[in-house]
């Protein structure tokens, strides 16, 4: 879906991305923090050595992606977040361009992930010593595909055609570079989860978290089966879907016995890298701007009067009106997903005035924020509380993981894969992994399942994780449309409702939630005003 602004043709590519190799070939290269990337001039020499090279692409080279970014596009521009502030609200009324900073932010980010895994995959395994085992390496560079693979994602789902670059060093000399058609992207994308579940370890996710946080074979397997979803190839994402749940890799925190914390438990800094996690985001805060999980401070309550947050400012996001009223009263979700006034959360210390204490949500018109009325949960985790929370650094962000993937997702992916296009279905097995992620958030189970009950669903799981922005470029656009439109994007004083404007992308078949890619690329890389070419496959 194009708005006027939002989707104009102004093309794009960054070819400074071009520039996380190895050796740079600029100086904005050489000029970046060592932490931000992967440096292969070295030799290897230990399993250690190779095992950790791929620490930093879970973490630093994510962050401009995952600060501010995501949330602005993937949760506003979606309707189930609200914000005023004027460095991410485009997205609210549809107004972003190419111009924009954040934009500009997540597009660097995820092209630094790719270039930081270009250069592990091309030049890693020719740096190692006799004494590193082939496990080890083939397992770092199965990481390698598998980061390269979703940043791939990310960029065919927001941006439609982009390059694709395998190798950073074969363009050094020429930032001219044509995008490739989205098919072509796509075909990139199931060739490297399938490259990187074959490298991978394979894992079996216990109560020993600290092992869990780099991804298996099972999370190629679960990321792939969602590609092959997005595609609505149903055959091959059902089949993934069912090998990896039938691996018993991974599980929903809390199983379905419903207790009363299960889903909460998720969003705690305690249970990083639980046995739900496919892909998280591992957050490492180490004095270094960049280190650390910003949504403490962006989400949740900010007042002179009560503060969640370790900063001096807060609550940069806040719920959507149109979300407000998504859960059902008996959901354990809804108080784990939105902070509504007379809440209370024992677990969570905050800032009374000059004291801390448990929070308990004040009146609406005290929560401050964007004057939603409400407060984010999820992801807020409140001041700096021991091991309750683990510590923060100069710029209050915090080292609670950030989701990519759960095993829920999967079981809803599953289910739908299932259903198949179909009016409804009444599987057995589709409605075991659907139910069950039911009757964890304390709901009664359903006997029968339309792509509705999916889609709600999918909503009301992973609301604020990044997904139901392009669970709304999964359908048909007018019915998209006719969603949002009817959207309060406001606060809770001044509805506002914005109806996105249309356009088509010979790309997207029509179903085209395109952003502009920035200015200043396209600048660099006129041609990608170019429609795209084929790529070549080795």
Not at 152 to 165: D, E, K, M, N, S
Not at 317 to 332: G, K, R, V
Not at 358 to 363: H, R, S, T
Request: contains cysteine; aromatic residues 12%; glycine residues 6%.
């Amino acid at each position: 879906m194009k708005t006027k602004n939002i989707f104009k043709k102004v093309n794009l590519f960054l070819i400074a991305f071009i520039l996380i190799v190895p050796s740079s070939c600029t100086k904005e290269y050489t000029d970046r923090p060592s932490e931000d990337q992967v440096s292969l001039d070295a030799y290897y020499s230990s399993n250690n050595q190779v095992a950790t090279a791929t620490n930093a692409m879970y973490n630093r080279t994510w962050f401009n992606f995952n600060n501010k970014f995501f949330y602005a596009i993937a949760e506003v521009g979606s309707g189930n977040m609200y914000t005023n502030s004027s460095d991410v609200n485009a997205m609210r009324n549809f107004s972003i361009l190419g111009s924009d900073p954040e934009l500009f932010n997540g597009w660097k980010s995820l092209w630094a992930n790719i270039a930081q895994a270009n250069a592990i995959i091309n030049f890693l395994p020719e740096r190692v010593g006799p004494a590193v085992s082939s496990d080890v390496l083939n397992n770092t560079v199965g990481e390698a595909y598998f980061i390269r693979a979703t940043a791939y994602f990310y960029l065919v789902r927001l941006w439609g055609a982009v390059p694709i670059i395998e190798n950073n060093l074969d363009f050094a000399d020429n930032p001219l570079i044509a995008k490739n058609r989205v098919q072509d992207v796509y075909e990139l994308i199931k060739r490297d989860y399938t490259q990187a579940s074959e490298l991978l370890y394979e894992k079996n996710r216990g109560s020993n978290y600290n092992d869990n946080a780099h991804v298996s074979k099972g999370s190629a397997k679960a990321m792939l089966a969602k590609v092959y979803l997005y595609l609505k190839d149903y055959s091959n994402a059902k089949l993934l879907a069912e090998e990896v749940i039938n691996s018993g890799e991974f599980k929903l925190l809390g199983g379905t016995s419903l207790p009363s914390n299960s889903f909460a438990d998720l969003f705690k800094y305690e249970y990083n890298n639980n046995q739900e996690s496919i892909f998280a985001l591992q957050w490492k805060t180490d004095g270094v701007y960049g280190s650390g999980n910003n949504c403490n401070t962006q989400f949740g309550i900010s007042t002179s009067n009560v503060s969640t947050s370790n900063a001096t400012y807060g609550g940069v996001f806040a719920p959507s009106q149109d979300i407000l009223n998504l859960y059902e009263t008996n959901d354990l979700r809804r108080k784990e997903t939105i902070m509504l006034p007379g809440d209370v959360y024992p677990e969570v210390l905050a800032k009374l005035g000059s004291n801390f204490g448990q929070l308990v949500v004040p009146p609406a018109n005290e929560i401050g924020g964007q004057g939603a009325g409400a407060a984010i949960k999820k992801y807020c985790i409140g001041i700096v509380n021991g091991n309750a929370t683990g510590p923060a650094d100069g710029w209050a962000m915090m080292n609670n993981s950030t989701y990519i993937m759960r095993y829920a997702e999967l079981l809803l992916i599953h289910a739908e894969a299932t259903l198949a296009g179909g009016a409804s279905t009444s599987d057995a097995n589709a409605l075991s992994s659907f139910n069950a992620v039911r009757e964890r958030a304390g709901l009664t189970p359903l006997t029968s399942i339309t792509f509705d009950d999916i889609f709600t669903e999918r909503r009301k799981e992973l609301a604020f994780e990044g997904d139901y922005w392009f669970d709304l470029g999964r359908i048909p656009r007018a019915d998209a449309i006719a969603i949002m439109s009817a959207q309060n994007r406001g606060n809770m004083d001044f509805a506002n409702y914005f109806t996105p404007t249309t356009g088509n992308s010979p790309d997207n078949n029509g179903n085209d939630f395109l952003l502009p890619y920035p200015d200043n690329d396209v600048s660099k890389n006129p041609k990608l005003n170019e429609e795209p070419v084929p790529y070549v496959f080795n």
